[in-house]
């Protein structure tokens, strides 16, 4: 993995769903979890990943896991760009 991001079309693209799928599953806290820069929505590729590997099923009986974001958004301290 290169820690590279998807755009909301681009994961659209890959999962054959249209992006106002991705836009509700936002607003409803479903899907993978999301970085929101500047306006932009993108997918990091481990997040995309590791929501796949939870909606893998062994049989059609297996429930659902997959319903919010599977992992904890990860808290992200100030970083100071200047050196005191």
């Not at 249209?18 to 990091?44: D, M």
């Not at 997040?47 to 919010?68: F, K, N």
């Not at 992200?76 to 760009?81: G, Q």
Request: aromatic residues 8%; contains cysteine; hydrophobic residues 35%.
């Amino acid at each position: 993995m290169n820690g590279r991001c998807l755009s909301q079309n681009e994961l659209a693209q890959r999962w054959q769903i249209s992006e106002s799928t991705l836009e509700r599953w936002r607003a409803e806290g479903i899907g993978p979890v999301f970085l929101k820069l500047r306006g932009q929505v993108r997918y990091r590729d481990i997040d995309i990943l590791a929501y796949e590997d939870q909606a893998l099923h062994a049989s059609t009986r297996q429930r659902s896991t997959v319903r919010s974001h599977p992992i904890a958004p990860i808290q992200l301290s100030p970083v100071s760009w200047f050196s005191p």
